[in-house]
């Protein structure tokens, strides 16, 4: 079975940084379209950074751009979300989705990704 169990979410000060892990296991990793996702009360989920490991094509949301940097190892099969100079507006629920061998393109539409997260929670303070 697909499992996603993401990793690294904390509590920290505007202008700080983390990393996030998402440790990928029962699907063919190398041939997947992967992406992570956010998620504040109220709100729809918002991709923000997505990477077709066909291709190695990369996408990131504006507000993230320049600042976040997908990544993966693959020996571990894990993707990592490099978040730096953190800021309020960053504090949500990051998810980790995985779309294997897409068929429909590899994008941040949420209803491309079968498989997801449980989420970890990331806030910053100012």
């Known amino acids: 079975a697909v499992q996603l169990v993401e990793s690294g979410g904390g509590s920290v000060q505007a202008g700080e940084s983390l990393k996030l892990s998402c440790k990928a296991s029962?699907?063919?990793?190398?041939?997947?379209?992967m992406a992570w996702f956010r998620q504040t009360p109220g709100n729809e989920r918002e991709g923000i950074a997505v990477?077709?490991?066909?291709?190695?094509?990369?996408w990131y949301a504006e507000s993230v751009k320049g600042r976040f940097t997908i990544s993966q190892h693959w020996g571990f099969t894990t993707l990592y979300l490099e978040m730096n100079n953190l800021q309020p507006g960053d504090t949500a629920q990051y998810y980790c989705?995985?779309?294997?061998?897409?068929?429909?393109?590899?994008?941040?539409?949420?209803?491309?990704?079968?498989?997801w997260g449980q989420g970890t929670q990331v806030t910053v303070s100012s």
């Open positions: 029962g699907f063919t990793f190398t041939r997947a379209c």
């Open positions: 989705a995985a779309y294997p061998f897409p068929r429909y393109g590899c994008d941040a539409r949420t209803d491309l990704f079968p498989n």
């Open positions: 990477v077709d490991h066909n291709t190695d094509a990369t």
